[in-house]
């Protein structure tokens, strides 16, 4: 089981960079694949990018290649979402989640168990 929490969204102008941080409770962190999802009012949540549990292989959505980096920590139980560049379309509330799994990390919704609360990131024009 893990627990975990987002921080690290407000309000930017476009342009902008914010850095989001989702800390994990529990001693297992590196069995999970991370990803994090957002869902902007009025459209599906999507999945923004996803990491393997030590950080060998990544996933980006074409919307945010070149823009967002996912990282991770796992001394400090914790996995990161770098976004620069930012643009109106990427307001939405940003969320992470666990998959306890092997290998490539997943890019479907349902495939994660565990969520976060979400973080509201909201980019002025």
């Known amino acids: 089981q893990v627990a975990l929490v987002e921080s690290g969204g407000g309000l930017v102008q476009a342009g902008g960079s914010l850095r989001l941080s989702c800390a994990a409770s529990?001693?297992?962190?590196?069995?999970?694949?991370m990803g994090w999802f957002r869902h902007a009012p009025g459209k599906e949540r999507e999945v923004v990018a996803a990491?393997?549990?030590?950080?060998?292989?990544?996933y980006y959505a074409d919307s945010v290649k070149g823009r967002f980096t996912i990282s991770r920590d796992n001394a400090k139980n914790t996995v990161y979402l770098q976004m620069n560049s930012l643009k109106p379309e990427d307001t939405a509330v940003y969320y992470c989640?666990?998959?306890?799994?092997?290998?490539?990390?997943?890019?479907?919704?349902?495939?994660?168990?565990?969520w976060g609360q979400g973080t509201q990131v909201t980019v002025s024009s």
């Open positions: 989640a666990a998959d306890f799994r092997y290998g490539v990390p997943s890019i479907e919704e349902y495939e994660y168990r565990h």
């Open positions: 990491i393997s549990r030590y950080g060998d292989t990544t």
């Open positions: 529990g001693r297992t962190f590196s069995s999970y694949a």
